[in-house]
């Protein structure tokens, strides 16, 4: 999977993406977690990725697979151990994403002391909108952002109630990884989150961002 990077001539290979749980206090509650100390990191494969118009596949081996709505930071230069005040300077971009759960097979997962990385690494299970130049966009943190339903809200929350935000975010996952160019941090999901079903049509907006529509189909 490749994208356009803003400053880039050539597209680019999406490298890690790098996902951040319990990053809203009220998407922690509704789970009935608390928020953790530090970000909470775990992974999605490249093959996850699916763009804007494109369709969600519903796998078999789950009955109840969730919308997660998130502010996606693209990351456009290299670096490591990167200084919070820095942090930005590395963001290329931003977008709207989609990180798609099977609810189901994570708590299973759950209850056994299990990782959960079957649950959110299916096929199109990271849909990723279209990418808007970091420079266009005056603060990530006074996003709103929303995600309707079939035309139904489903999930509203700005930005500034993220835990830790972006520039934090950064700062942290550059002590464990080398970021790169491509590399896509999903920043977390406010509460509202809930069941998709086959059929049903996702759109997710944020004024200065380009929306993301996906559809929900069921995987052949």
């Not at 680019?12 to 993406?17: E, F, N, Q």
């Not at 997660?68 to 290329?92: P, Q, W």
């Not at 798609?100 to 056994?112: G, I, S, V």
Request: aromatic share 4%.
């Amino acid at each position: 999977m490749k994208i356009d990077l803003p400053g880039r001539s050539t597209p680019t290979h999406v490298g890690k993406i790098l996902c951040i749980g319990r990053n809203y206090a009220d998407h922690a509650a509704e789970m009935d977690r608390s928020v953790p100390d530090q970000p909470m990191v775990f992974l999605k494969p490249p093959s996850a990725i699916v763009r804007t118009d494109e369709a969600v596949q519903l796998p078999s081996q789950s009955d109840e697979v969730h919308h997660e709505v998130e502010l996606v930071a693209v990351i456009g230069s290299t670096g490591k151990n990167i200084a919070r005040d820095k942090a930005l300077d590395h963001v290329a971009g931003y977008a709207l994403g989609l990180d798609m759960t099977a609810r189901d097979l994570q708590q299973a997962a759950k209850d056994r002391r299990h990782p959960w990385s079957v649950a959110k690494g299916f096929d199109t299970f990271a849909p990723l909108g279209p990418l808007t130049p970091a420079s266009a966009v005056d603060d990530p943190q006074d996003l709103t952002l929303r995600l309707t339903v079939n035309d139904d809200v489903r999930q509203e929350a700005n930005t500034r109630r993220l835990f830790f935000p972006v520039n934090e975010l950064v700062h942290y996952c550059s002590q464990i990884f080398t970021l790169s160019p491509g590399d896509l941090l999903y920043t977390g999901t406010p509460s509202g989150v809930g069941p998709v079903h086959e059929g049903d049509e996702l759109r997710a907006t944020a004024a200065g961002l380009a929306p993301l529509r996906v559809s929900i189909r069921r995987a052949a």
